[in-house]
Antibody, heavy 117, light 112 residues
Framework: EVQLVESGGGLAQPGGSLRLSCAAS????????MHWVRQAPGKGLVWVSR????????RYADSVKGRFTISRDNAKNTLYLHMNSLRAEDTAVYYC??????????WGQGTLVTVSS | DIVMTQTPLSLSVTPGQPASISCKSSQSLLHSDGGTYLNWYLKKPGQSPLLLIHEVSNRFSGVADRFRGSGSGTDFTLEISRVEAEDVGIYFC?????????FGGGTKVEIK
């Protein structure tokens, strides 16, 4: 069974940093493209970032480019999202997702990031 | 960026009755490989999104056959043949043709 378990969310101050982790199991992690998607309170779903299976190819939404870094450790079956220079508008539930047939097929339970002073 | 527009914003449906949600994209979602990358999700309160339909009309594993996706190019529809109480939540369409992946604004389905 595919499982994605996020962690690392919490309260951060504006300008601060957080690192989200996503532990993957139930599939060969190193074979799959992975994405982060977020949902701010009361808002819709927004794509954040994507990484290739070997970690060499990454892409970001304009709203996080230069502040967030996606990475992965295939030996540990773990996806990361390093978030710097956090803003109030980054407050959201962050989901780790795995691709299935071109779609985001599997989602973690999400981890809440709150940016506030 | 591809803009995804969903209608209606909300639906109130009697159990056992059908429901239909429309999703339009600002450009064709047909890829050169022949696939059309339009997907449907259901997000129930307090849960993560669940993939229902991928590539327009393919039901994801375990999805009930009362869910049916159709469409082509820029116009797509999700139909629920007979709504059940467990179908309540917010339905989203999403294009995966190109980055950034973009989602429709959502359609809230409630039971009368």
């Amino acid at each position: 069974e595919v499982q994605l378990v996020e962690s690392g969310g919490g309260l951060a101050q504006p300008g601060g940093s957080l690192r989200l982790s996503c532990a993957a199991s139930g599939f060969t992690f190193s074979n799959y493209w992975m994405h982060w998607v977020r949902q701010a309170p009361g808002k819709g779903l927004v794509w954040v970032s994507r990484i290739s299976p070997d970690g060499s190819n990454t892409r970001y939404a304009d709203s996080v480019k230069g502040r967030f870094t996606i990475s992965r450790d295939n030996a540990k079956n773990t996806l990361y999202l390093h978030m710097n220079s956090l803003r109030a508008e980054d407050t959201a539930v962050y989901y780790c997702t795995r691709v299935f047939s071109g779609a985001l097929g599997y989602w973690g339970q999400g981890t809440l990031v709150t940016v506030s002073s | 960026d591809i803009v995804m527009t969903q209608t209606p914003l909300s639906l109130s449906v009697t159990p056992g009755q059908p429901a239909s949600i429309s999703c339009k994209s600002s450009q064709s979602l047909l890829h050169s490989d022949g696939g059309t990358y339009l997907n449907w999700y259901l997000k129930k309160p307090g849960q993560s999104p669940l993939l229902l339909i991928h590539e327009v009309s393919n039901r994801f594993s375990g999805v009930a056959d009362r869910f049916r996706g159709s469409g082509s190019g820029t116009d797509f529809t999700l139909e629920i043949s007979r709504v059940e109480a467990e179908d309540v939540g917010i339905y989203f369409c999403m294009q995966s043709l190109q980055l950034p992946l973009t989602f429709g604004g959502g359609t809230k389905v409630e039971i009368k």
